[in-house]
């Protein structure tokens, strides 16, 4: 099975404030104290892309800019027996509501559907967002609602 994506974000975006990488930490730390936290492997994962910048003749500003996120990227990974074997990761990132920023884990080792959504309803509620479905999404009906993630 492939990996399956949940996107969450803020509700109230238009109004909200940056939220730096190191608060979307503590917030997830509250609710699941044993997430691996990897700050080295999140430098490795900007530098891995700065690599690729390089590599396609990127100009000075695009290098420059991409140098601004060494620091402020970290690896998370995330797993809870009631999740049943599944695992979610992301990369976090400083996260701008108003620019569009959301929080992307992937979750591997889902046995279905109703697994993802419970992993979306925990992590939304530790981090305060809800899960966002983009339009392209299917089996979804008002694709770009946000749901609530108290439910």
Partial sequence: MHPMEIRLCVEAWERAPEI???ELVQR????FPDAVIDWAQGDAYVQAGLDRLIGLGAPDIFLNAHRLYFGKVVFVSLSEPRWAGATATS???NTSPPLGDAVIFDVDGAEDESTVDLIARELGAALG???YFREDEE????TDEL???DE
Wanted: hydrophobic share 30%; net charge negative.
């Fill in 20 to 22: 730096p990488s190191a």
């Fill in 139 to 142: 089996d979804e009906e008002d």
């Fill in 147 to 149: 749901e609530d993630s």
């Fill in 28 to 31: 997830l730390l509250r609710q």
């Fill in 91 to 93: 990369y976090l990132h």
């Fill in 129 to 131: 967002m809800a899960r």
